[in-house]
């Protein structure tokens, strides 16, 4: 794996939300099991059905989670970025990935041994109701891909999954073929590019040399379907519900009345 | 109907420890499931968690102009209401009974108990969770690359494994919601199915006459899920299949 340590090691605050919202105690606690890694645009981290080694919790990078059928076609049906892990399978208590996981956007991440993951997981503790309520977001957002993959259009999803990116970016533009945006959104690359060149026409995109440059996040918006929108609320509203978590309280507030 | 079922019909339920089946199987309430009844709605706060005996649930994604994606069916395999461990709010499903029958109900309240004392119930509810994501992203790719007349295939087989007959009752408009698709395109894809006599369609009724032939014409997708499924939740206990358990310290909540 072509992963190499970040050349300021773990000298900068950590800029996954999932780590971040740990207690200190508890940060300082994992951060020794905690390694910043490079990830480059392109990069497989998981095979599919293969055993996974490590976790990752995105910074700046953005990994997809992808899944094939035999003939070599895919869909993508997660994206995952600083709010997330990659490797949730580890957590759910397997020791493969179904999945190919490919990185989208290249940028940093901290990865941790699945061993030292599985130590980590004691019943309760707030790590394990991070990545509990990080499943069910996780859950949400991959039964809405199926219904968005069936319902709208590639305009529709060329738009959320541009959108996607963006927010994840660090900057308005990058990198991204149309040869791999069609391999995420399961349609035809004649498709996207038909649908990328309306979006450029419209002055919402400028697309130079494999890079996109975001112009008009507002118009985007406009093109996309509700599923954009869906993505957001599932994430805020697990990052809004942080705070209740640090309490340490075990709290399943499924139970409430309303 | 009521008289035959028993808990362990339930691979869930049966995967459980001696000493913790004693402890819930009390508060196991047996219901009866009718065809269409809808156990929970998109934005629901839930209350309880159904696993299911001899009925198949569909869980269904609705989007705001009321199209409706099905997501994953769940049967005698799994559990409906799965988010109700996970901390958020609500669902963002519509679980629908898609094959009238029974299923066991549990309290949200005894679940959370039953976690609270470090038992198997959450690892083996986490690894049906794997499961039911397996099924959810190969539904994803199998709608976005796959005939009509594959996924009809895939839908059948799979709703076969949670039932013990080969008989369906399913009208093909409703067949046409959970994939999706045009009822055209189903009463199309079903007349094949009938004309190379895999199955006879009557009055709502699928029975299914050549199992084997619907394996072959269906696409790998059945295939893939049921192969993740019978991995991840085996009748047999985690030690036995040469698979660790998620070792959990039953240590405190640390807490500052």
């Keep these: 794996m072509k992963n190499k340590r970040h050349p300021s090691g773990t000298d900068f605050p950590v800029k996954n939300d999932i780590l971040r919202a740990l207690l200190n105690s508890e940060y ?17 981290i998981y095979q599919a059905d293969q055993r996974i080694h490590h976790v990752y919790f995105p910074e700046t990078a953005v990994v997809a989670m992808v899944d094939t059928v035999e003939d070599g076609a895919t869909v993508e049906v ?8 990659v490797g949730i399978n580890i957590f759910l208590g397997c020791l493969v990935t179904p999945d190919k996981a490919i990185v989208q956007i290249s940028g940093s991440a901290m990865r941790m041994k699945t061993n030292d993951l599985r130590k980590e997981l004691r019943f309760g503790s707030p790590l394990q109701r991070l990545l509990l309520r990080y499943t069910q977001v996780l859950l949400a957002i991959i039964s809405q891909s199926v219904a968005c993959s069936q319902h709208h259009t590639v305009g529709q999803r060329l738009a959320r999954w541009l959108l996607t990116m963006h927010d994840h970016a660090e900057s308005n533009e990058f990198e991204m073929s149309h040869k791999s945006i069609a391999a995420m959104l399961g349609a035809r690359r004649e498709g996207v590019t038909e649908e990328a060149v309306k979006l450029q026409a419209a002055g919402l995109i400028a697309y130079r040399r494999a890079r996109i440059h975001i112009l008009n996040e507002a118009g985007l918006k406009r093109n996309s379907c509700e599923c954009y929108r869906f993505i957001r609320q599932q994430f805020d509203g697990m990052l809004k519900e942080v705070p209740a978590f640090l309490t340490g309280k075990p709290r399943i507030s499924g139970y409430r009345t309303r | 109907m009521t008289g035959t079922s028993h808990p362990q019909q339930n691979h869930i339920l049966d995967a459980l420890p001696q000493p913790e089946r004693e402890r819930l199987f009390p508060h196991l309430k047996l219901v009866e499931l009718p065809l269409g009844e809808v156990l929970y709605e998109s934005g629901d706060t839930l209350r309880h968690i159904y696993f299911p005996t001899d009925s198949i649930i569909s869980l269904l994604y609705v989007l705001e102009d009321g199209a409706s994606a099905e997501i994953a069916v769940v049967g005698n395999d799994g559990a409906i209401g799965v988010a109700l461990f996970m901390g958020g709010e609500t669902t963002t499903n519509r679980a629908i009974v898609q094959s009238a029958g029974s299923a066991y109900m549990l309290a949200g309240t005894r679940l959370k108990e039953e976690f609270g004392r470090h038992g198997q119930m959450l690892h083996i509810l986490l690894r049906y969770t794997q499961a039911l994501i397996t099924q959810m992203s190969q539904t994803a790719v199998c709608n976005r690359h796959h005939s009509v007349d594959q996924q009809l295939c895939r839908w059948l ?21 959970m994939l999706g ?18 199955i006879t369609y009557q009055r709502g009724h699928i029975t299914v006459l050549d199992r084997p032939r619907l394996e072959q014409l269906c696409c790998e997708c059945y295939g893939v899920v049921k192969k993740e499924t019978d991995r991840l939740l085996p009748l047999h206990p985690l030690h036995l299949r040469g698979e660790q358990p998620l070792t959990v310290r039953d240590a405190e909540v640390r807490v500052k």
């Design chain 1, 28 to 44: 300082k606690h994992l951060s020794p099991m905690l390694e910043r890694v490079e990830l480059k645009f392109g990069e497989i």
């Design chain 2, 181 to 198: 698709v045009r009822r055209e395109g189903v009463t199309e894809a079903a007349g094949k199915l009938q004309r190379l006599g895999v």
């Design chain 1, 78 to 85: 997660g994206i995952i970025g600083h709010e997330g892990m």
């Design chain 2, 157 to 177: 087989l799979l709703s076969l494994d949670r039932l013990s007959s080969a008989k369906l009752t399913m009208t093909q408009e409703l067949i046409a919601n």
